[in-house]
């Protein structure tokens, strides 16, 4: 089957060509609609208890995480011309489409008790511009008297304050919200150089829509540099425009096939899959390396170009198939986790790392087939003289010195392993933002003077309806405020209980001294005032279900990272829920900021499986390649050792274990991997040609196959160092690491798996007995079946074949 594939592939090329024309062009139909993002991603499977118990808190109390906060800390807003213009500030972001509520120091509502209906209302605490500063002064003094508001809205010890701004749901999961808050920053800066006064913006919409955006703009970036850059290695490798040009046809083809993919599977582009094309291109020019290189060396032994592409195809047609298939492992394992992002990054990466094979092995022949056969100039790199200084010096150190690369391997490890013993897991809600940019240092302004924007809410379910306004239960939330109020890095709690206590000032008609919880004495009255509500229930939604058995407590955390924040969650703010209330009534921590905890702990605990599984599934493809035992792990551990070098690398410079950087491993060595199935296959080719003497076997493999496993390396290094330019700290990672894995990869596949091969192979076969591996890369002379030329309509002497005489 397999030995005719050059025959269909070069018989039938244009009709091969024109079809893989017509499915891209489908696909790039399919990509049309494609979308960025804008949804909130968490790593918690849907069918997570704390995940069920979020959505649940969502359908009563509406979004956490839809607050987008404007601070200043300037004692100039407090003058009268600036804060009329703060005022106007909030007026036009009200006025903002998709925006539902501003809350700041100029537009408080103040809950006032209106003795003739028995009720209370709202009424803006400053209606109408101020016209002098006295009169400022005077309302800002009120506003200070408004306990409700302090540690919320105002510092009262710096003077900072907060504008808080509610987004429609449907906004914030839209790519409107970006142009709404594109229209917020405009309007936001006009307002800045008309006072001078310092705005910071903050919060998850905020956030999430500068990550996006960023993310968009690296897409492109990343898509330009990944080809700039292969294009230059492949220039600087073959000298040739064609050695360029084919090989990023074949890029392009799949790159479009990407996007189709994410059309035709309805995903979206996010943090991963954006850079899924970038990937694509990186892994995907290596096959056009090994293809062209074998070309080029078989036309260089006789001058046929067509019995070239043949050769080319039926020699490493099967291992290059192998190896995009072991690759692909490194993605396809990702499927088997229960995290969606990481199911769609692997699924989408998977499939078209796969498809990358199927391209190049129609392309890549075909249109050769069409162009004129290699001049000598286009042939030099095969006799590179420092890669082939270079070669040799690794062959003689093989030969001569193996037990020395042994030793320093040992040595190698030992380092590493103790590295790895640093290393450590830790992750943030802003994550893999640089420190100097606007969007950190925004965040370190709310945390300084407002404990910070991450929301965190507490659940309490006393069980009965109508029952989060009985005293005793006001008493024991006001109790559990008071535990949590002073801990670091959390804001001051809000819920009914604060609210009963503004209501109670409110009915002492402003009066601070009054700011508590109900007495016994004024409870009933208070509670009838809120009973004559027309709008009850929306005048308390915020704070309560409508049953009135289900109220949430409200907090705000700084970005502490994963650890801490878990540390803060399990051992601080449970333990005093549990204080409280004990066993008596239901509660639960919960909001996106808990699920962004857990998410980074089932992350990084899928990523650690799916490499273990990657692991085994290249094991079993070795073991059916060689069928042989000691022959997998001799494959096997010189793909290990990078691994646990990198994993030290990071323990030593405190690079830590999240997401992003658990990505290297399982990609990284699916990549890695390819290079020790082209030196074996060759390896096994050479022992029979060479009477099974493994000295003379290993350096050819080494000066043949190592030639290409220098390329594609380079390119592979390259080709993923380009992620440094990254605005992402974890994308950085992921670049700056998995191309030293992949460096690593190359040098230990070049001296220790040959070394491992001089000691533990004996080079004795069975000639009875091929292994799957031989029977598609074991090639001899005598049975080439050479390609009909007549059938290929290619005249005797072509000048585009070369020679048709030897």
Do not use: C
């Amino acid at each position: 089957m397999w030995s005719k594939l050059p025959h269909i592939v070069l018989k039938y090329r244009l009709i091969l060509i024109i079809s893989l024309l017509l499915f891209t062009a489908f696909m790039g139909y399919m990509a049309r609609d494609v979308k960025m993002a804008f949804n909130f991603n968490t790593a918690v499977p849907d069918t997570d208890v704390n995940y069920q118990y979020f959505q649940e808190f969502k359908q009563k109390f509406g979004e956490d995480g839809n607050v987008l906060v404007i601070g200043t800390k300037d004692s100039a807003l407090y003058e009268l011309e600036n804060f009329n213009r703060y005022k106007k500030l909030n007026e036009d972001i009200s006025n903002l489409p998709g925006i539902t509520n501003v809350i700041s120091l100029a537009t408080l509502q103040n809950i006032v008790k209106d003795s003739e209906t028995r009720s209370f209302g709202l009424e803006p605490l400053i209606k109408d511009y101020p016209k002098t500063q006295e009169e400022l002064d005077s309302l800002l003094a009120k506003a200070l008297d408004l306990k409700f508001y302090s540690g919320q809205l105002l510092n009262p010890e710096n003077g900072a304050t907060l504008t808080l701004i509610n987004m429609e749901r449907e906004v914030l999961n839209s790519k409107e919200r970006n142009n709404v808050i594109d229209q917020l920053r405009v309007i936001g800066a006009e307002f800045s150089e008309e006072s001078g006064i310092e705005l910071h913006y903050s919060g998850m919409p905020f956030v999430r829509t500068v990550m996006q955006q960023m993310t968009s703009v690296e897409l492109k970036l990343f898509i330009a540099l990944s080809i700039g850059i292969t294009a230059l290695i492949l220039f600087l490798f073959f000298r040739s425009w064609t050695a360029v040009v084919v090989p990023l046809v074949v890029i392009g083809f799949v790159v479009t096939w990407v996007l189709g993919t994410l059309g035709i599977l309805n995903y979206q582009i996010n943090v991963l899959t954006g850079i899924i094309p970038s990937i694509i291109i990186v892994i995907g020019i290596p096959n056009a390396v090994y293809l062209l290189n074998k070309f080029h060396q078989e036309f260089a032994k006789h001058g046929n170009k067509i019995k070239a592409l043949s050769r080319m195809i039926r020699k490493i047609g099967m291992v290059t198939l192998i190896t995009n298939f072991t690759t692909a492992i490194g993605f396809l394992v990702l499927v088997t986790t229960d995290i969606k992002l990481l199911k769609e990054f692997g699924l989408v990466a998977g499939i078209n790392i796969l498809a990358t094979f199927i391209v190049s092995m129609v392309l890549i022949p075909g249109i050769f087939a069409y162009l004129p056969a290699p001049k000598k100039e286009q042939l030099k790199h095969l006799e590179f003289p420092i890669v082939t200084k270079f070669l040799t010096l690794l062959d003689l150190l093989v030969h001569r010195h193996r037990y020395r690369v042994f030793a320093v391997t040992a040595i190698i490890i030992t380092v590493a392993v103790i590295g790895l013993t640093k290393l450590y897991s830790v992750a943030y809600m802003v994550d893999d933002i640089p420190e100097h940019s606007q969007l950190k240092k925004d965040l370190y302004f709310f945390e300084d003077n407002f404990a910070g924007v991450m929301p965190l809410e507490i659940i309490i379910d006393f069980g009965e309806p109508k029952s989060t306004l009985n005293a005793r239960n006001l008493r024991k939330v006001e109790r559990l405020e008071a535990a949590l109020e002073p801990l670091e890095h959390v804001s001051q709690p809000i819920s009914i209980v604060t609210f009963a206590k503004a209501v109670r000032q409110a009915f002492y008609n402003g009066n601070s001294r009054f700011y508590g919880l109900p007495s016994p004495s004024d409870r009933n009255v208070i509670l009838s005032y809120l009973a004559n509500q027309q709008d009850n229930a929306n005048f308390l939604s915020s704070f309560v279900d409508s049953t009135g058995q289900t109220m949430r407590v409200s907090l705000k955390v700084a970005d502490l990272g994963s650890v801490k924040m878990d540390s803060l969650i399990t051992n601080v703010i449970e333990p005093e829920i549990d204080k409280v209330f004990g066993d008596e009534v239901e509660t639960a921590v919960t909001g996106s900021t808990l699920l962004f905890v857990k998410g980074n702990k089932f992350l990084i605990e899928n990523l650690k499986q799916t490499l273990l599984l990657a692991f085994a599934i290249i094991a079993v493809i070795m073991g059916i390649l060689f069928a042989n035992v000691r022959m997998i792990l001799i494959s096997l551990i010189p793909n290990f050792i990078p691994l646990i070098m990198t994993a030290g690398i990071m323990g030593y410079f405190g690079i830590p274990l999240k997401p992003s950087t658990a990505l290297i491993f399982s990609i990284a060595f699916g990549i890695s991997v390819d290079d020790s199935i082209h030196f074996l296959a060759k390896y096994r080719q050479e022992l029979f040609n060479k009477n099974f003497f493994v000295p003379i076997a290993i350096s050819n493999s080494i000066k043949e196959t190592g030639s290409s496993m220098l390329y594609t390396s380079i390119i592979l290094f390259f080709g993923f160092i380009i992620f440094v330019f990254s605005n992402f700290g974890g994308t950085v990672a992921l670049g700056l690491l998995t191309s030293l894995t992949l460096f690593f990869a190359m040098l230990t596949n070049l001296t220790l798996l040959p070394a491992l091969l001089m000691v533990f192979d004996s080079g004795k076969r069975n000639k009875n007995f091929h292994p799957l591996i031989e029977h598609y890369e074991f090639y001899i002379e005598d049975e080439d079946e050479e390609i009909d030329t007549q059938g290929l309509s290619i005249k005797a002497n072509d000048p585009f074949l070369g020679s048709t005489d030897k």
